[in-house]
Antibody, heavy 123, light 110 residues
Framework: EVQLVESGGGLVQPGRSLRLSCAAS????????MHWVRQAPGKGLEWVSG????????GYADSVKGRFTISRDNAVNSLYLQMNSLRVEDMALYYC????????????????WGQGTLVAVSS | QSVLTQPPSASGTPGQRVTISCSGS????????VNWYQQLPGAAPKLLIY???QRPSGVPGRFSGSKSGTSASLAISGLQSEDEADYYC???????????FGGGTKLTVL
């Protein structure tokens, strides 16, 4: 059974940094693309960032480009999101998501989701 | 403002058939496949339809997807109370070089 467990969320002041982690199990981690998708309170889903199986193809939403960095460590089955210069509008539940295939782009889908870790940004 | 456009709400009575639309452009739906996700209240999203019209194992046959040009649709037949949820379409956008979602449709079973 696929399991994705996020950690690292919390309350942070605007302008500060936070690092999210996702521990994956139940599948061959290095065979699939991975993503971060967020959901602000009471709002819809927004793709934040993703990378392919070996990290040589990476993408970011325009809203986080230059501030967030996604990475993975296939040796320990983990996905990360380094978030710098956090803004109030980054406040959301951040989901770790498994891709259906190895590559970043279509054809593909998000076939397993974690329960999310909450990031609150406030002074 | 979402790149993909969905109606904010939809409704139906038990047993009815409802459809949810998703409108995009040539850079996303027009040139790539569409996926649909179901988010039950208080839960993480779940993949419902992939590659326009394919159902993952475990998804009931009552759910079906289709695509034509720059639009896609999700149809739910034999509506049940447990179908009450938010539904999102999504796809890759070649111009943005990223994944985009619709704003979501809240389905109410009356």
């Amino acid at each position: 059974e696929v399991q994705l467990v996020e950690s690292g969320g919390g309350l942070v002041q605007p302008g500060r940094s936070l690092r999210l982690s996702c521990a994956a199990s139940g599948f061959r981690f290095d065979d699939y693309a991975m993503h971060w998708v967020r959901q602000a309170p009471g709002k819809g889903l927004e793709w934040v960032s993703g990378l392919n199986w070996n990290s040589d193809s990476i993408g970011y939403a325009d809203s986080v480009k230059g501030r967030f960095t996604i990475s993975r460590d296939n040796a320990v089955n983990s996905l990360y999101l380094q978030m710098n210069s956090l803004r109030v509008e980054d406040m959301a539940l951040y989901y770790c998501v498994k891709g259906f295939r190895r590559w970043l782009q279509s054809p593909n889908s998000f076939d397993s989701w974690g329960q999310g870790t909450l990031v609150a940004v406030s002074s | 403002q979402s790149v993909l456009t969905q109606p904010p709400s939809a409704s139906g009575t038990p047993g009815q058939r409802v459809t949810i639309s998703c409108s995009g452009s040539s850079s996303n739906i027009g040139s790539n496949t569409v996926n649909w996700y179901q988010q039950l209240p208080g839960a993480a999203p779940k993949l419902l339809i992939y590659n326009n019209d394919q159902r993952p194992s475990g998804v009931p046959g009552r759910f079906s997807g289709s695509k034509s040009g720059t639009s896609a649709s999700l149809a739910i037949s034999g509506l049940q109370s447990e179908d009450e949820a938010d539904y999102y379409c999504a796809g890759w956008d070649d111009r943005l070089k990223g994944w985009v979602f619709g704003g979501g449709t809240k389905l109410t079973v009356l």
